[in-house]
C-alpha cells in the first residue's frame, strides 16, 4: 500500500476539494482525531450516523433559563417552580436533554416556554413536566411539528394558561340612624393562594383556554347615606367572567341602623343585611339587634349590639377573617379583621370590617385590619378603597353613614405565558417567575 505523507491538501482551482471517487472509503485509524475547528461546519448531506452527540453542562441549574440546543442541563427545582425558554431558532436535528437532578419535579413544576416554534405541531401550549425523575429528550423536526420528543415519561399538555385569582368586592356601608348604627360588613375575598375568605381554604387555579379573554368587574363600595333609614347600602360584587368561567365574590353588607319611629313602636328592628361579609347590628332603647351573615368560603358575620346601658354600642362589620366584634353597654364593637394574601408578591391585608358606633360619649369600635373604617360618636370612617373595607358606624348626632371601599381583582400567570393583552389599565408587576396583573377598575386579560 503506498502512502503519501503531507502537512496540507489544498484544491489546486477555486475552494472545492474532493477526496477519491465514488464508492471509495476512507478510514481513520483506531486512535486517530478528526478535529472539526471552532467555527467550522461538519454537514451530514448524506447517511452518516454518529455525528450528534450532547454537551452536559456541569452547573446545575436552580432557576429560570434559556436553553441551547446541543446542551443538557440537570435541574434542581427544590426551591421552586422553574421555567425552561426554548431556542427561538432551531434547525432540524437540534436536541436538548433536561433532567430532574432532585427528584422534585412533582412538587415544584418544570415549564417549557416555546420562545415562538412549535411543539408537537401547537403554537402555544403549557409545557410542564409534573412528575419526580422526569428526563425530557427533545428534537426540534421543523417548523411544521416543531419540537417532539424522544422521551419526556409524561407531561401536563394543555391549550391553556393556568391563572391564580384574588377577586375582592366592594364593602357595606356603615350605619347613620337617628340613634346608632353598626359598622358595615367588607366585601367578600375569594382567592386561589394561601388564603380566602370566611377561613375557607383556598381554590382551584384555573386553566383558562388561551385567546379566550377574562373579563373583569371591580365591586364599588357602598356609597354613603344621609337617609334615616333602617338598612343602609351593601357593596357591590367583584368577578372575573370568562367562556365556561364565573367567579364572584358578594359585596358587604351594609351595618342594621335603628330609628326614633321603631323604638317609640317596641320593633325589635331588622337583622343586619348578609353578604359576602355581614354587616354589624345596631342597638337602642335595651332592644338587641343581631349581626348580619357572612357568605361561606367568603367572610365571617357582623358582631351584634348591646342589649342595654347607658353608653350601649353598636356590633363591628364583619372581615373576611374574623367575625366583627359585639357592642357592650359602653363599647363599639370592633371591626372583624382582614385576610393577608400574597399574591403580589408582597403580604397585604384585605377586606376588614368596620367598627360600631355607641351612644352618650361611649367609645367607638375600631376598623378592622385590611381597609376597615372606625366607627364613631359622630359620622364614622369610610372603608379603604380597592382594599374591600367596611365603613365605620355613626351615632345619631352624624350626619351620614360612612362608605364601603371598593374592591379589586388580582390575576398571576407565568410570565412565560404573560401575553400583555389587557384592556382597563391595570397595573401589571412582576414576582419572581411571575407576572401578576391588578385591576382596580373594569376591565380584561387575554391569556
Known amino acids: 500500500m503506498s502512502e503519501v505523507k503531507v502537512n496540507k491538501i489544498s484544491p489546486r482551482s477555486g475552494t472545492d476539494l474532493t477526496l477519491g471517487d465514488s464508492g471509495d472509503t476512507f478510514t481513520i485509524p483506531s486512535g486517530g482525531t478528526l478535529t472539526v475547528a471552532s467555527g467550522a461546519t461538519l454537514a451530514n448531506a448524506g447517511t452518516a450516523t454518529g455525528f450528534a452527540s450532547i454537551a452536559w453542562q456541569s ?20 426551591s421552586g417552580a422553574i421555567t425552561v425558554t426554548l431556542p427561538s431558532s432551531a434547525a432540524v436535528g437540534d436536541q436538548i436533554i433536561i433532567t430532574d437532578f432532585a427528584r422534585t419535579f412533582a412538587t415544584n413544576n418544570l415549564t417549557l416556554a416555546q420562545n415562538g416554534l412549535n411543539f408537537q405541531g401547537n403554537s402555544s401550549v403549557a409545557v410542564k413536566y409534573t412528575t419526580n425523575g422526569q428526563s425530557i429528550d427533545i428534537v426540534y423536526s421543523g417548523s411544521t411539528k416543531g419540537w417532539i420528543p424522544n422521551s419526556d415519561d409524561d407531561s401536563a399538555f394543555k391549550v391553556g394558561a393556568d391563572i391564580d385569582f384574588l377577586i375582592l368586592a366592594g364593602g357595606g356601608c356603615g350605619g347613620f340612624a337617628q340613634y346608632h348604627g353598626g359598622g358595615g360588613g ?22 383558562v383556554s388561551k385567546g379566550a379573554a377574562i373579563t373583569v368587574t371591580i365591586g364599588a363600595g357602598a356609597a354613603a347615606t344621609t337617609a334615616s333609614s333602617q338598612v343602609q347600602n351593601n357593596g357591590s360584587d367583584s368577578s372575573i367572567t370568562a367562556t365556561g368561567l364565573n367567579v364572584t365574590s358578594l359585596g ?42 357572612g357568605t361561606s368560603g367568603q367572610g365571617f358575620a357582623g358582631g351584634d349590639g348591646a342589649s342595654s346601658g347607658a353608653n350601649v354600642g353598636c356590633g363591628g362589620g364583619g372581615g373576611t377573617g374574623a367575625v366583627g366584634g359585639d357592642g357592650t353597654a359602653t363599647t363599639g364593637g370592633n371591626g372583624g379583621s382582614g385576610t393577608s394574601n400574597s399574591i403580589t408578591g408582597s403580604s397585604i391585608t384585605y377586606g376588614g370590617g368596620g367598627g360600631g358606633s355607641t351612644y352618650n360619649g361611649g367609645t367607638p369600635g375600631s376598623g378592622g385590619s385590611g381597609g376597615g373604617g372606625a366607627g364613631s360618636t359622630g359620622n364614622g370612617t369610610a372603608g379603604t378603597a380597592n382594599l374591600g373595607g367596611g365603613g365605620g358606624g355613626s351615632e345619631r348626632g352624624g350626619s351620614q353613614g360612612s362608605a364601603g371601599g371598593s374592591g379589586v381583582v388580582i390575576l398571576r400567570t407565568l410570565s412565560a405565558d404573560y401575553t400583555g393583552t389587557v384592556t382597563g389599565s391595570p397595573t401589571v408587576t412582576t414576582s419572581g417567575s411571575n407576572t401578576i396583573i391588578k385591576f382596580t377598575g373594569s376591565g380584561s386579560y387575554t391569556p
Open 59 to 78: 452547573a446545575v441549574k436552580t432557576g429560570n433559563f434559556t436553553a441551547v440546543s446541543g446542551e443538557g442541563y440537570w435541574v434542581n427545582t427544590t
Open 186 to 207: 367588607a366585601g367578600g375575598l375569594r382567592s386561589s393562594l394561601v388564603n380566602t375568605g370566611g377561613g375557607a381554604s383556598s381554590e382551584q387555579t384555573l386553566s
Open 252 to 293: 358587604g353588607g351594609a351595618s342594621g341602623a335603628y330609628t326614633s319611629t321603631q323604638r317609640q313602636s317596641g320593633d325589635t328592628g331588622t337583622v343586619s343585611p348578609s353578604g359576602g361579609c355581614g354587616g354589624g347590628a345596631s342597638s337602642s332603647g335595651g332592644l338587641q339587634l343581631t349581626g348580619g351573615a
